[in-house]
């Protein structure tokens, strides 16, 4: 597949071809249209200003189809085998007759912003199957390992009538977490390792699991991954429940042999039953809407205040400032906000 630079060109070729109509492209996502789907996510991906007008027309068309999906967020330590894990599961689930999207994100070049874009070719079964659809996207150096669009690409395969949503990270880490915040249930996958490798796994990302899994609980592994089970179980037992709905547990797992996903299914599905039976999917959901409300504003903010022509000229002078030691951050900050705003003065 096409990275950086080539994958960038494609996607502007495939969207300037002609500007689409966003009630016949909500058709044709409603209809179940793969390339409609495809091309839908590349509209809310694009920073053009044409491009994202026609994104939030297509999302507000289609936004009474959405939210009836399981949203699962996956994330794992580097080698856990999380490609592997999400074809597996991918194809457990269609093989039940369940439509799947994987929204998988990539790393992006700092450098470059290309990325490898590499999950269709490690995904390849699953990218064959006519019930499931792949997305990679370039994280686009985004905390918390999530394009900042996977939200809106989440929302139109729902729509597209997709019954689990699977958002893979793009590892595990402090600032790999912001995927809880737009998913049901969190699930954190792990090694065999056991007690060596939990010592270097933040305790903000074991918080945030809703169901541990020890992946490659196979062959020689086997009795490594029970150690690991019981490790992990002990460590889950020291921290609150993010609801009392819900203890998170931990299952083991072999992605390789097809082991224990049906049990991982089935905790995803005790999972929503038990948030669904307490209200707290409803309230964890409104809450993620707030959040997700509050980062757009910032953002939008923050892109306002770069593209104003009297901020971007003040800039390099109020950064040199700071650097220098002539200026605080925060007096810094109200100059700015009050060349472009008039409010700083008020605050």
Known sequence: MASGPDQKHHQRQTLNRALPDPA?????????????????????ESSRADH??????????????TGKAVRLGLSGTPGVGKSTFIEAFGRLLTGKGLRVAVLAVDPSSARTGGSILGDKTRMELLARDPNAFIRPSPSGGTLGGVARRTREAMLLAEAAGYDVILVETVGVGQSETSVADMVDMFVLLLAPGGGDELQGI?????????????????????????RAQTEYQAALHLMRPKTPAWAPHVLLASALKGEGLDKVWQAAEAHRAALTASGDLARLRADQARAWFWTELREGLISTLKSDAKAAALMPELEREVEEGQSTPTAAARRLLDLVFGTAEQA
């Open 202 to 226: 933040k305790r903000g990302i074991m918080e945030l699991a809703d169901l541990i899994v020890v992946n490659k609980a196979d062959g020689d592994l086997v009795p490594a991954a029970r």
């Open 52 to 65: 994202q007008a026609i994104a939030q027309a297509l999302l507000a068309e289609l936004l009474p189809e």
């Open 24 to 44: 016949e492209l909500a058709a044709g996502i409603r209809s179940g249209s793969r390339s409609a789907l495809a091309r839908g996510i590349t509209l809310v």
